[in-house]
């Protein structure tokens, strides 16, 4: 390693006064209407969106199911990945062809699920903790809020903030996301909201957002392990994370209100995401939260555990 990038590495963070901490915080999802984890087991999951009962596979669920076989039987659904082909192609219906799109709602709002070739229903039920953060924050505010959304796939996040009353600018590099979120800008009735939908790397727009001086209110990161723009460009969360995470906090306007993040299918704790996030918030003051979201098992109360996150909060 040469001398001046050395020295870089081992440069100290900046001096100063570290946020307050919440840590390990469980936030859960239960049963509704929308949604319910019915039962897991043998790397599988049994859940209920809107009408439909799915069966698809689940690393997490080193356990037996609590349920017996009619029961997993008695599905509409299920992921089986033995076709190298896009869409509904991957899937198997036991009891009659279902379209590729089928109407799913989360708290009153309406958005399309979709049987994809990546098993994603275009939905993550367990953000529900953060999609009500969000939606309270919003609201008490009483100002126009800035918001952010990386990485924001189908925008059902986009579209509650918008719903609440939120100015949003929704990023993600995929064109048929953005199409899907469109689709459910006009699902949700919600056309005439102020969502800016943008196809772009969020590494490369966020950089523009900070030569343009841009700010916001609160900030969205939901990035996967490893992604690639729309021209190429790659992401690797261990390598890019921590640039990403500063360049937000530099985004953040005078009267921030939060920076939400949340990782997936990564090789670390979420005490790895909280101290990253406590170091780049020193002298903000507020609060930074982490722990783990978890769906709560509606046959046992067993829960499975899905993804990290941390949150700052002012």
């Known amino acids: 390693m040469k001398p001046n990038m050395l020295a870089q590495c081992f440069q100290p963070n900046s001096s100063g006064i570290y946020p307050q901490e919440k840590l390990p915080l469980i936030l859960e999802t239960g049963v509704s209407p929308d949604y319910a984890l019915i039962d897991s087991g043998n790397g599988k999951k049994l859940e209920r969106y809107g009408a439909y009962r799915i069966i698809r596979p689940e690393g997490q669920a080193l356990w037996k199911p609590a349920l017996s076989e009619k029961h997993w039987a008695n599905v509409d659904a299920i992921f089986t990945g033995n076709r190298d082909e896009e869409g509904v192609g991957r ?8 379209d590729e ?3 799913l709602s ?9 049987f994809t070739s990546f098993r994603h229903v275009g939905v993550f039920p367990e953000q529900d903790a953060h999609w009500r953060f969000m939606e309270k924050q919003i609201v008490n505010a009483t100002r126009p809020i800035k918001l952010l959304n990386l990485f924001g796939y189908t925008g059902i996040a986009s579209l509650i903030s918008a719903r609440a009353g939120a100015n949003v600018t929704h990023v993600d590099a995929s ?3 953005i199409a899907w979120a469109k689709a459910n800008q006009e699902k949700a009735g919600l056309s005439d909201r102020s969502i800016r939908w943008i196809c772009d790397d969020a590494v490369k727009f966020v950089e523009r957002e900070l030569r343009r001086q841009k700010t916001y209110d609160m900030i969205l990161l939901d ?3 490893y992604g690639r723009g729309p021209h ?10 921590p640039a990403m995470i500063t360049n937000c906090r530099k985004l953040l306007s005078d009267e ?3 920076v939400v993040l949340t990782a997936y299918s990564i090789r670390a704790s979420f005490y790895a995401l909280h101290t990253l996030m406590r170091d780049e918030f020193i002298n903000l003051g507020g609060t930074v939260e982490s722990g783990e979201l978890i769906l709560r098992e509606k046959t046992t109360g067993r829960a499975l555990s899905t993804s990290l996150f941390s949150r700052w909060i002012a």
Do not use: C, M, V
Request: proline content about 15%; glycine content about 8%; hydrophobic content about 45%.
């Open 91 to 98: 899937w198997y219906f036991p009891k009659k062809p279902l």
């Open 232 to 241: 190429g460009e790659i992401w690797q969360l261990f390598d890019h994370l």
């Open 223 to 225: 990035p996967p392990a």
């Open 175 to 177: 064109k048929k996301a």
């Open 256 to 258: 921030p209100l939060a």
């Open 101 to 103: 799109t089928w109407p």
């Open 106 to 114: 989360w708290n009153g709002l309406s958005f399309l699920g979709r």
